[in-house]
C-alpha cells in the first residue's frame, strides 16, 4: 500500500499547494504516495460552527476546542488510520498522528525516514494559539517543530514534512530501493553539509570550476568532495561536525 497522509486542518484549500507540483505532485498523481484532507470545521456542532474558544486562566488569543479536535480526530482513525492498523499490507503498524508546534521534537531526517518506512500520518494543524491540551493526551498525539521560530499555523510546517517523507519514499526520486540509503548528505557522506557543485560552463564571470572536477579521476573526485564536506560542515555547523567526528570510530 502506499504512503498516505491526512491532514486535518482549517485551510483545507492549503493542500496539496506546492506538494500538486514537480516531484511531489508527479508521486501523488502515480498513487505512490495519498494525501487526504480532513476540515476541521466540518467537526463542529454549534450553530455558528465554532471551532475555538478563549484560554482559561486568560491571556491573549484563542485555543482550539478540544471536542471539536477530537471528533475530528476520530473521523481521521475511523477513515482510515484504523484500517492501516487492521493491516492492508500486513505491517500491523499504526499510522502516528502528529502534531506541528514549535513545543515538539525537532523534525531530523531520523525521524523523517522513520515516517517514510510506516504506513503514513496523520498531521493535525493547529491555528490560532493552539489545541486544548486534553485532546492531544487523549489521543496520544506526538508534537513535532520544524524548528525555534514561530510559524502563522501548522499548515506550512505539514507541507515541509511530507516534503521531507515524500522524496524518500520507493520511486519518487529514483529511488526503487531502500529508502533509507538517500539521506542528509549524499554518497555515504552521511552526517555531513552538501559539498559544492558546478555545471558549465567551465569558467563563467572569470571563475573556474575547480580542476579536480574536470580530471575525470573519480576517486580524487570523491576524496575532494569529502574534504570540502567536512570544512564546510565544521565551518558551518560545529554541532554536527561534533557528532559526525563522536560516531566514528
Ligand atoms: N507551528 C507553528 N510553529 C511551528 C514550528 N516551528 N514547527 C512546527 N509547527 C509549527
Redesign the pocket.
Known sequence: AAWRSLVLTLFPEMFPGPLGQSLAGKALDKGLWALDVLDIRDFARDKHRSVDDTPFGGGAGMVMRPDVVDAALCAAKDGWTGRVQDGEEGSGRKAPVLY???R?RLLTQGLVRDLAAGPGVALLC?RYEGVDERVLEAHDVLE????D???S??ET?ALVLMDAVVRLLPGVMGNEDSPGEESFGEEGFEGLLEYPLYTRPAEWQGRAVPEVLTSGHHEKIRLWRRAQAEEITKRRRPDLWARYMKDRP
Open positions: 506541528l508546534s514549535p515538539g493547529g513535532v517543530s520544524l524548528g521560530y514561530v510559524l499555523g501548522g510546517a
